[in-house]
């Protein structure tokens, strides 16, 4: 039985299916809007058959790749090409830039949802970005059959679309779900005003997170009876909706009425939703590495 590439084996580690067809890639390169004056970070580089597409058609690749070995044989690969710089570390972690640039790549699907959030709510967001996401993961972000909490906070600031689906014989290994081009732009100017960018995000995680069986319920301390009954029928959706039953035009209208239509103390209940939710979910984390440790030891 012969033995797995390197490339196969920390394919199945970081959650990545690499692209095998260079020309593919510099097809989608060419529609993606990326020009000779562009600066573009790649996340997840792996043997660099992204890099060297981009290399023929932007100023300056940068390319963020966590594993040793691959940062070796990168370096090794583009050591004489000027446009292009290697760097290991943790895209994560990593410092933007504060002037424009894009991003290309093909991301590790298991942190697909922490990159996503990197590049979005950084200080100086990406003025486009393209990444290979699963169909399924995509669809949540876009808000393609239904919105969702994810899809909300996004598109604020944000147009996103999916704007390629791949063959699963695209890749090495062939991966066993479908994937897809997402593409995230930023907008010229926020829908929502920067002054109530952070009270936006915190009503639709208020709401989404109300753990209650409809919107009504769930904004009943926000919202009188009455008012919530003349917004269903001026934005018509029903009584009963639920939270994904409402498209981004209708909750912006409610949010608008939220700031409006409300006084301070119903505000205060909604500021904070979204540090308090990060807090419950980093609790929840640390129990589960806790509990995982744990099993690994016995």
Not at 33 to 51: A, H, L, R
Not at 193 to 206: A, G, V
Not at 212 to 227: S, W, Y
Request: proline share 4%; aromatic share 10%; hydrophobic share 40%.
């Amino acid at each position: 039985m012969s033995k797995s590439s390197p490339e196969l084996r920390k394919s199945v580690i970081y959650s990545q299916n690499f692209t095998a067809s260079p020309s593919l890639v510099a097809s989608l390169i060419k529609k993606s809007f990326i020009s000779k004056e562009d600066i573009v970070y790649e996340i997840g580089p792996g043997s660099g058959i992204i890099t060297t597409e981009l290399a023929k058609m932007c100023k300056k690749v940068i390319a963020m790749e966590v594993d040793k070995d691959f940062v070796k044989k990168l370096k090794l690969k583009f050591d004489n090409i000027q446009n292009v710089e290697i760097r290991e570390g943790n895209f994560l972690s990593i410092q933007l830039p504060k002037l424009g640039y894009k991003v290309f790549s093909n991301i590790p699907f298991n942190i697909t949802a922490a990159i996503i959030n990197r590049l979005t709510e950084t200080e100086n967001p990406p003025l486009d970005s393209f990444l290979f996401v699963q169909h399924d993961a995509a669809r949540k972000f876009v808000g393609t059959l239904k919105e969702t909490q994810s899809s909300l906070l996004l598109k604020s600031a944000f147009e996103l679309s999916i704007v390629h689906r791949f063959k699963r014989t695209d890749f090495r290994p062939v991966p066993n779900v479908d994937i897809v081009l997402l593409r995230i732009k930023k907008r010229m100017q926020s829908i929502v005003e920067i002054k109530n960018k952070q009270l936006y995000r915190d009503f639709i995680i208020y709401s989404f997170n109300a753990w209650k069986p409809t919107l009504r319920e769930g904004l009943k301390k926000i919202f009188t009876d009455r008012q919530f009954l003349l917004l269903s029928k001026s934005l018509e959706f029903s009584i009963s909706a639920k939270p994904t039953d409402l498209n981004f035009s209708q909750w912006l209208e409610l949010f608008n009425f939220s700031i409006k239509g409300t006084d301070i103390s119903k505000k205060s209940l909604i500021l904070g939703s979204e540090n308090r939710l990060k807090s419950q979910q980093a609790k929840l984390d640390k129990i589960h590495r806790t509990r995982v440790a744990k099993d690994w030891k016995n």
